[in-house]
Every structure is written in structure tokens, then in C-alpha cells.
């Protein structure tokens, strides 16, 4: 049987534990960061248009605008948030993504091969035309490794499985085939420490990584550390922020969302008014401001009265910053003799 003193004795304890409790809640609340609670934050208008297939965000930071491109509506589109202007360049054919190289010049991926365009004189030059001897398919999303070489993937016009690849072309043009047997090759980005690199192969609804040593371009140890569920739709174009952790516009999914690669959980969401979301990227002049781009296509009846801005440019501030994205580093010689 308790006795009265160990009664008190027990409340005091209690009393102190629960005051203990609340501080530290109180005091974990106060440190912690809107991105570590799962929260749903709403994307906003940034920029009307009916592109058919936004894709390919890049910020360039030293320009401070957005690069984008709408593959479908063959396309290059250069979006200044300050003018809210956006500029638009014809493409011969389809466009997969675009990566600075300085302020006037770009790397390309079209249908048949990649290019280096003059964004000031709308010219392009090949760069490299590896997979040209496959017609069926076309180039998709790709960006830059820390080093400034393009990696690339390509996805069959009938988007048949395992019918293209993921290629690595370097500073001299030169391609090398990285992956093969991939069906729809979409978001790329490499940690901060250049040591791991993701990858997304849109139909497999899995992000995998890969250790990376950028001194030779080489990737090993292939393992899957975010498997997406179809509730949430499919992974297609990803960034990555400054934690290291990686943000995937879904298709089929109105959302771009947060995912921890160490754990393979969802962090946070961004409801997007958009049926499908494509791609993102984090720019602004502290790049606190997340871009994020759509598609007007693959909608029923109903879900084009539900999202009529779908295939415009959105934005979303999360809470966290991203890193500058890496440029091509074409050397000088190279741009020169293909300019000429």
C-alpha cells in the first residue's frame, strides 16, 4: 500500500516529468524545419500557358531565369519571374531537356542527336548524335553531373519497355552508354557531396541510386531507395535540395513531392493545380522558390474543367533552399569548331 508521502512523492515526480515533457516538445517545434512534417502546401500560378508537355526545368543562375522546354510543342521557353516574360524558341523537332552553358548558349536534346544552340541567334550545331540510328526513339529529360557533363536518357516513341538508354556525353561530344534497357528516362540529380547519383525510370514507380565517382563518370551499386506507391502517381522530373533530399513532380499524381532517399519516406507534398506534373526546379535569388512545370495532356473530360491551367508554370516557396544546378562545360574548342 502507498503511503501519503509516496503519494507526493510520485505527483512531484510526475508533476516535473510532464513539465520536462512540454519544454523539450516546445523546444524540438520551435528547431524544426515546415519540410520535416509532412505538410501539403498549394502550389500558385506563376506563369499562364498551355504548353502541351512542359519539361526540363533549370534554373540559370546566372541569368536568373527560367529554362524550360515543351516537348510536344517543340520548344525551348527562356522565363524571366521578374519581367514575367517568356521567350520561346522553335526546335526542328522534339526537345527533352536544355542546360546552360553561358549566357547565351545552351546544350539541347532533340529527336535525332544533341546540340548546342545560340539562344541569341536560334542556331544550332550537333554536338553529338549517338542514338541517330534509332528512329523509334527520342531523347527525354537529362541534366548535368558536378563536373558539367550531360547525362541524358532517351524513351521509345511507343514507350515500349526497355527500349532506351541513359547516356553520359562529356565535354568533347563524346557519348558513352551508361544504362540500357530503360523505358521512359526522366529526372537525374547528384548529392552534394558528388557521391551518389538518383535516377528515375518514370514506369518502374521506383528512385535508385547510385554510388558515383566523379573524377571517371563512373555509377555501381545499383539499389532502389525510394519505391513510389500508385496513389501517389508516377515519379517523373526531380531537383534536389540543399539537405540533400529530392523533389519529384508526378504524373498522374497533381503534386510535387519531397522525398527522403535514406529513408524512402515522404517529407512533405506540394498540391499542384495540374493533373500532370513534370518536372521542378529551385531558383529565385536566394533559390528558395521552387518552379514547377505541367502538361495539358492525358487528362479525361472531367479533369481538363477541373485543372484549366493545366501545362503552365506554377511556383511553391517550401521552406527550403535548392542548390545551383551545374552547367555544360563544352570546352572552348568545341563550341568554336561546331559554331563555325
Known sequence: MLSVSNVKTITNSCALLTLLL???????????????MALKTQATLEYKIKSQLGEGAFWNHETKELYWVDIDGKALHIYNPKTKIDR????????????????????VALEDGIYILNTDTKSYTLLSDVESNIPTNRFNDGKCDPSGRLWVGSM?????????????????????????????????VWSKDKQTMYYIDTPTAEIKAYDYNDQTAEISNER????????????????????????????????????????????????VPAHNVTSCAFGGE?????????SSQ????????????????????????GVKSPFFKAEEDIITAVEN
Open 22 to 36: 512540454f519544454a523539450f516538445s516546445c523546444n524540438t517545434k520551435q528547431h524544426q524545419k515546415p519540410t520535416d
Open 88 to 107: 520561346s524558341i522553335e526546335t526542328p523537332s522534339k526537345i527533352g531537356t536544355v542546360v546552360p552553358i553561358d549566357m547565351q548558349r545552351a546544350v
Open 224 to 271: 532502389v531507395v525510394v519505391k513510389v506507391p500508385d496513389s501517389l502517381g508516377f515519379p517523373d522530373g526531380m531537383t534536389i535540395d540543399e539537405e540533400d533530399k529530392l523533389w519529384v513532380g508526378m504524373w498522374n499524381g497533381n503534386a510535387v513531392i519531397r522525398f527522403d532517399p535514406l529513408t524512402g519516406k515522404v517529407l512533405s507534398k506540394i498540391q
Open 298 to 321: 492525358d487528362m479525361t473530360t472531367d479533369e481538363y474543367g477541373t485543372y484549366p491551367l493545366a501545362g503552365s508554370i506554377f511556383m511553391a516557396v517550401p521552406g527550403v533552399k
Open 286 to 294: 536566394n533559390l528558395d522558390t521552387l518552379f514547377i512545370t505541367t
Open 156 to 188: 521509345g516513341l511507343e514507350q515500349r519497355p526497355h527500349d532506351a538508354n541513359l547516356y553520359m556525353v562529356d565535354q568533347q561530344g563524346k557519348a558513352q552508354l551508361k544504362k540500357d534497357s530503360v523505358t521512359i528516362s526522366n529526372g537525374i
